[in-house]
Nanobody, 124 residues
Framework: QVQLVESGGGLVQAGGSLRLSCVASGRTSSDYTMGWFRQAPGKEREFVAARRSGGSTYYADSVKGRFTISRDNAKNTVYLQMNSLKPEDTAVYYC??????????????????WGQGTQVTVSS
């Protein structure tokens, strides 16, 4: 089993920045995809960003140029640096992970481990 714990959420003004962290523990492996998804009130969970172990990264169009996903292998941690935040970025952000080769990194169903979520609120 794998456990994921997110942190770093909070309240920030529009234009500000936050960095989310997701620490993985348990039976992880060097072949992985880790992603961030978010869910706003009354909306479905949506893809934000993902990173494969080989280094490929993927971003939703709505966050390209503002968010950056990265990983510290020594700490088994994936980060989501969020800059130029907008009120529409307000959501609960979830970290997902999968430790087998997957085809589509932008689909929720590709991931089999999830964190508990961290709230991000952007005020206007």
């Amino acid at each position: 089993q794998v456990q994921l714990v997110e942190s770093g959420g909070g309240l920030v003004q529009a234009g500000g920045s936050l960095r989310l962290s997701c620490v993985a523990s348990g039976r992880t492996s060097s072949d992985y995809t880790m992603g961030w998804f978010r869910q706003a009130p009354g909306k479905e969970r949506e893809f934000v960003a993902a990173r494969r172990s080989g280094g490929s990264t993927y971003y939703a169009d709505s966050v390209k140029g503002r968010f950056t996903i990265s990983r510290d292998n020594a700490k088994n941690t994936v980060y989501l640096q969020m800059n130029s935040l907008k009120p529409e970025d307000t959501a609960v952000y979830y970290c997902g992970a999968v430790y087998t080769r997957i085809i589509i990194a932008t689909l929720q169903s590709s991931y089999n481990y999830w964190g508990q979520g961290t709230q991000v609120t952007v005020s206007s």
